[in-house]
């Protein structure tokens, strides 16, 4: 708001500048608040279209993963593909994910599998996982291992997660 005074010769007129600062920093903040209302209003209302577009894509990618299940031309072991002209559909399978008690897995294998014991140092020992995982049949929500004479054991101390399949269009 501009404030119409050159110079100041009387306490009235001191006064009454007081007073137009005092207004123009009201009118100032009365404009910043409707500015923020206004801001809050659209921000909001761009949240919801944001939610809506989501909500929307969403349900499309559904739909789509749907008709690629009963459309699939390809039906590898780890996908399924179907081919359109704007793109393909694609569901990928995920393995499950092993959880482990190297605790109970280390017990595990000391006892039925002691070559996959990895000894960090002179008093820790771990389970080698890594060369032992490549031995393991995944059998449900567990892994089974073939011991010498040709017969399966559950191993112990390890659990599979099942992982939910990504849907994608490529």
């Given amino acids: 708001m501009y404030i119409p005074f050159v110079s100041i010769e009387t306490d009235t007129q001191a006064e009454d500048l007081i007073n137009a600062i ?6 100032t903040q009365r404009l910043k608040d409707i500015c923020d209302a206004q801001i809050k209003k659209y921000t909001e209302l761009k949240q919801g279209y944001d939610m809506a577009h989501e909500l929307n894509i969403h349900d499309a990618m559904t739909m789509l993963g749907q008709y690629c299940r009963l459309q699939a031309s390809t039906k590898a072991k ?8 704007s793109g ?3 569901w990928l399978k995920r393995d499950a994910k092993p959880i482990r008690d190297d ?13 996959y014991v990895r000894v960090k140092t002179v008093t820790t020992e771990a389970p080698d996982w890594s060369e032992l995982k490549k031995k393991l049949i995944e059998v ?3 892994y089974e291992y073939a011991i010498p004479e040709g017969e399966l054991v559950p191993v112990e101390g390890v659990t599979l997660e099942p992982q939910d399949d990504i849907f994608e269009i490529k």
Avoid: F
């Fill in 22 to 27: 005092h207004d123009a920093e009201a009118e």
């Fill in 78 to 85: 780890t996908q399924l593909t179907y081919k359109l002209p």
């Fill in 88 to 90: 393909t559909l694609k």
């Fill in 103 to 115: 605790s109970k897995l280390l017990d595990w294998i000391k006892t039925v599998a002691p070559s």
């Fill in 140 to 142: 449900g929500d567990h």
